[in-house]
């Protein structure tokens, strides 16, 4: 198996416990607070993989390269604005709901990229992108 196909499928289980711990624990809280909460615990495990991998001395380079910052930052304001909303939405809705309609980043990402890099689709996969768009329609409004 490819080893970019197992991180994917890893990355599916463990997104897949964030709605279900997130759900778990926002019973009589704020989502928000929850969130920056989150990110924190997320912040020391990432500098602890990093001090683990023995690559604490790679920060000043990437904090050197201007346009990998450019872009670092406003993924992780992408990211905290998707958590934010994910958590919201989990609190207000149930996970069989919220989760699927998430996944429709999946689609937006794919044309996104066609149209910014030029990425080909072959007809499989698009067709494959098409379904998951069904999908959160069906999943949406059930």
Known sequence: MMSWL?????SAVSAAFVSIFGKMGLQNIDANTATAIRAIIMAIFLMGVV?????????PIILHDKKAILFITLSGIAGAAS????????KLGKVSQVAP???????????LAIFLFGEKLSLLNGIGVALIAVGVILTAFH
């Open 6 to 10: 197992i991180f994917a499928l890893l």
């Open 101 to 111: 309609v998430d996944k429709l980043s999946v689609v937006i990402a794919t044309l």
């Open 83 to 90: 958590w934010l909303f994910y958590f919201f939405a989990l």
């Open 51 to 59: 001090v683990f991998e023995g690559n604490l001395n790679k920060i």
